[in-house]
Each structure stands twice: as structure tokens, then as C-alpha cells.
């Protein structure tokens, strides 16, 4: 049987990273200790070590500054595909006109 996969929000992957990081505790003991895979962690602290350097990192964001980061990217991305869209149907009118 398949296990499935399970799936944590990004205040519990910050708890997960300050317990190793301002504890001093290990990443096998917190693993251990709390259920999780040593990769998953590892991963965590490789994100928020991007995210606090200003790199966008891999994965979902931790912080709360990178979250509203990533939010403000998708709407301008929105955007801009909303403008070019109008441009094009702006020169289509402007030629039946002619």
C-alpha cells in the first residue's frame, strides 16, 4: 500500500527550522522527535537560507515577506498578459476600421 504524502504549511516549516536553528538542536534529533525526513528538512533550511539572503529560493515560500513577493509576481505576470492581450485587440480593431 501506497503511503501518502503528506503535506505542511509554511508557519510549520518555519517553527520546524527555528527549533534548528535557535535551539542548536540537530536536524536527525528534530527529525526523529517529530516524524519528518531528514530531506524535507534539509530543504526547508536551504529555503529560508535563500529567502533571508533575497533569492527567491526553491519551493514554497516560508516567510511572510517572500509569500506577498511571490503573490505580487503572479499578479503583475496576470497583468501583463491582460495588457498584451488588449494591445493585440486593439490593432485588430484599429485594421477592420480602416
Known sequence: ???????????????VVQMIRDQGL????????MGLGETAVRRWLAQLDAEQSGQAGIGKPLT??????????AENRQLR???DLLK???????????
Not at 500500500?1 to 517553527?15: E, G, I, N, T, V
Not at 511572510?64 to 509576481?73: G, P
Open 81 to 83: 498578459q491582460d495588457n
Open 1 to 15: 500500500m501506497k503511503q501518502k504524502r503528506r503535506a505542511f504549511d509554511a508557519s510549520f516549516k518555519l517553527q
Open 26 to 33: 540537530s536536524v536527525g534529533q528534530v527529525c526523529r522527535d
Open 88 to 98: 493585440k485587440a486593439s490593432a485588430f480593431f484599429a485594421r477592420e476600421l480602416k
Open 64 to 73: 511572510a515577506e517572500q509569500q506577498r513577493i511571490r503573490q505580487l509576481e
